[in-house]
């Protein structure tokens, strides 16, 4: 049987910052959900934040890799430092990533958690750079495949 973590906002449940969903329209997510292959996940409610919340973005000249490692911090709008949430969210996604032996997952891009390619620039500014979020780079350490929801082909192409 396939696993597949997927970020719950791709599935339409309203668990962004913001209060919104990210909703995928893609025939494949039904499919796959209709299989049982589908294992939904938000980070940052695993990490114990709120509905709504105030956006948060990595810090420039580092990224999800240099935060699991304990370098580099996640800070909200305001400067408040939420790195610990977000590690915890990313401890938390690899446990479900386990328990329900998800060979793969589905994230959202450019967000702190979940970028698999882009992140958004550190400046609270709208801009975005190359990089990966802290839930990306816990899950490929922990051996798990992750595509970004803007590739989902490329993870198609190994399911289906």
């Known amino acids: 049987m396939t696993g597949i973590l997927v970020s719950s906002c791709l599935l339409g449940q309203k668990v962004r910052y913001d209060g919104a969903a990210k909703t995928l329209r893609d025939d494949r997510l039904s499919a796959w959900g209709e299989k049982g292959w589908l294992h939904p996940i938000c980070p940052e409610l695993l990490g114990g934040l709120p509905i709504p919340r105030l956006p ?71 801009a975005r750079r190359s990089g990966m979020g802290v839930v990306t780079a816990a899950l490929r350490q922990a051996g798990v495949q992750v595509f970004s929801s803007e590739r989902i082909e490329e993870l198609a192409a190994l399911v289906d």
Do not use: M
């Open 56 to 126: 948060a973005e990595i810090e420039p000249d580092f990224d999800g890799v240099s935060v699991f490692a304990g370098q580099g911090r996640i800070l909200d709008v305001s400067g408040q430092d939420v790195t610990k949430a977000y590690l915890l969210g990313a401890e938390q996604a690899v446990a479900v990533a386990k328990k329900h032996a998800c060979q793969y997952a589905l994230l959202t891009e450019a967000s702190p958690s979940c970028g698999t390619y882009v992140i958004y620039s550190g400046h609270h500014d709208g």
